[in-house]
């Protein structure tokens, strides 16, 4: 079975400070994982993901994150906050072997000016 | 990346009605898929639609609740039958698209439901 922790519900950060949501994940083999961001009244976005190679994968509207194997984790970040990142995200991990995708129960950010 | 329209965006409904949704997709897509958004809580997966047969269902989640219809490589229904208050959520179409390499999933805009 796979699985992810999104430890936080809300995330609270100014603008311009970095920011970080974190995520785990639990899968049988090697994982698939996502990042996705969900704005007010809209579809799921996708951000970034992470497949195989580098552990520090770019996404878009200068997000990143790190995948950490013996931690395993896939924590999101950006340097600098931004107003407009306000939104629910949502960290998703699959196991290469299988189609089924697995959300967290989803991080709030907000972001202050 | 794929394009999916779907519809109703939102509707409110009576207790004990249907409501089916739709999902279209601008290019033939081999997996799509029906989540299910619960207030305040995270997306699950209902089932997996597949063209020329029936959906494969996650546990928890009943074709006589649920039928889909899965007709070509481009489109996708999902009724939501003998509803009750329970049942409001946001439901959301998905689709695997192998032209960005089939590992993630793009979406709909969803459709907020609401049973009164």
């Known amino acids: 079975a796979q699985s992810v922790a999104q430890p936080e519900d809300q995330v609270n950060v100014a603008e311009g400070n970095p920011l970080t949501v974190k995520c785990t994940y639990s899968v049988s083999g090697n994982p698939y994982l996502f990042w996705y961001v969900q704005y007010p009244n809209r579809g799921l976005q996708f951000l970034l993901k992470y497949i195989t190679g580098d552990n520090l994968v770019k996404g878009s509207y200068g997000f990143e994150a790190e995948f950490n194997k013996s931690q395993t984790s896939f924590h999101l970040k950006k340097p600098s906050a931004l107003v407009s990142d306000s939104a629910l995200y949502f960290c998703a991990v699959r196991d290469i072997t299988a189609s089924k995708l697995t959300f967290g129960t989803g991080t709030r950010l907000q972001v202050t000016l | 990346s794929a394009v999916i329209s779907q519809k109703p965006s939102r509707d409110i409904c009576q207790r004990g009605t249907s409501l089916t949704i739709q999902c279209q997709v601008d290019?033939?897509?081999?997996?799509m898929f029906w989540y299910r958004q619960q207030p305040g809580q995270s997306l699950t997966l209902i089932a997996t639609a597949n063209q020329g047969s029936e959906a494969t269902y996650e546990s928890g989640f009943v074709i006589d609740k649920f039928p889909i219809s899965r007709p070509n490589l481009t489109f996708s229904t999902l009724t939501v039958s003998n509803m009750s208050p329970e049942d409001s959520s946001i439901y959301l179409c998905s689709v695997e698209d192998r032209r960005t390499g089939g590992e993630k999933l793009f979406f709909g805009s969803g459709t907020q439901l609401s049973v009164l």
């Open positions: 290019s033939q897509v081999t997996m």
